[in-house]
């Protein structure tokens, strides 16, 4: 499985960004995909998330600024974001959610920058 992402950069604060992600090769059970980021110096976090069912979620600091979405049938997902400020500023990665047996097994993009600043 293979995830390349696309769409980040440098933005001035206030200003949009669209994230897209396509997902190629075989996997198991797809149950979602999803958006995570890593600071400098801190770990890993959600930022949002959407079920092969459609339902989303989003981490606090994204709700009503980040909107996800997804082409099920294209294998992609796109993450747009309105409103950023610096402390948006991080790697965004890519994440395929998939289960095998009950288990969850995930797949990664390379990671895409995405830096707010004027």
């Known amino acids: 499985v293979q995830l390349v992402e696309s769409g980040g950069g440098l933005v001035q604060p206030g200003g949009s960004l669209r994230l897209s992600c396509v997902a190629s090769g075989r996997a198991f059970d797809m149950n979602g995909m999803g958006w995570y980021r890593q600071a400098p110096g801190k770990q890993r976090e959600l930022v949002a998330s959407i079920t092969s069912r459609g339902r989303t979620d989003y981490a606090e600091s994204a709700k009503g600024r980040f909107t996800i979405s997804s082409d099920s049938a294209k294998n992609t997902v796109h993450l747009l974001m309105n409103r950023l400020t610096p402390e948006d500023t991080a790697v965004y990665y890519c994440?395929?959610?998939?289960?095998?047996?009950?288990?969850?097994?995930?797949?990664w993009g390379q990671g895409t920058q995405v830096t707010v600043s004027s």
């Open positions: 994440n395929l959610d998939t289960r095998r047996f009950g288990s969850r097994i995930d797949y």
